[in-house]
């Protein structure tokens, strides 16, 4: 399995899992561009489910051809801010999530409190 961390257009990036992350203090969500795309399914995923953002949390959606990626996982990341080590977590929560998918390509995209290169080396 390839993980790859992705800063622009994340509803473009083709691969067989997105994982997108969720904050418990987001007052705009990372995901605005995936959920716009999918027609509001992200958010409607996280109201019906009362998913939160709490750190480890994770909802895994079809996409039904609506953006590059096959599915879309909601990570939960809990509280800003992004550090390192952070990263390292959501890594390792991405690929489990994706593992059950049988996944080949994984792609983070990455929050807006992050940068990509340092997320790709953590």
């Given at each position: 399995?390839?993980?790859?961390?992705?800063?622009?257009?994340?509803d473009k990036?083709?691969?067989d899992v997105?994982v997108?992350?969720l904050?418990?203090?987001?007052?705009?969500?990372?995901?605005?561009?995936?959920?716009?795309?999918?027609?509001?399914?992200?958010?409607?995923?996280?109201?019906?489910?009362?998913?939160?953002?709490?750190e480890g949390e994770?909802?895994?959606?079809r996409?039904?051809?609506?953006?590059g990626a096959?599915?879309?996982?909601?990570?939960?990341c809990?509280?800003?801010?992004?550090?390192?080590a952070?990263?390292?977590?959501?890594?390792?929560r991405a690929?489990?999530?994706?593992r059950?998918?049988?996944?080949?390509?994984?792609?983070l995209a990455?929050?807006?409190?992050?940068?990509?290169a340092?997320?790709?080396?953590?």
């Amino acid at each position: 399995m390839r993980i790859t961390a992705q800063g622009r257009e994340p509803d473009k990036i083709v691969c067989d899992v997105l994982v997108v992350p969720l904050f418990l203090d987001a007052k705009k969500p990372a995901f605005s561009a995936v959920d716009a795309a999918m027609g509001g399914l992200l958010s409607r995923v996280i109201a019906e489910e009362k998913f939160g953002g709490k750190e480890g949390e994770v909802a895994v959606v079809r996409t039904a051809g609506m953006i590059g990626a096959g599915k879309a996982a909601l990570l939960g990341c809990g509280a800003k801010p992004f550090a390192p080590a952070a990263a390292r977590r959501w890594g390792s929560r991405a690929a489990m999530a994706a593992r059950g998918s049988r996944a080949k390509k994984v792609a983070l995209a990455v929050p807006e409190c992050a940068d990509a290169a340092a997320l790709a080396q953590a």
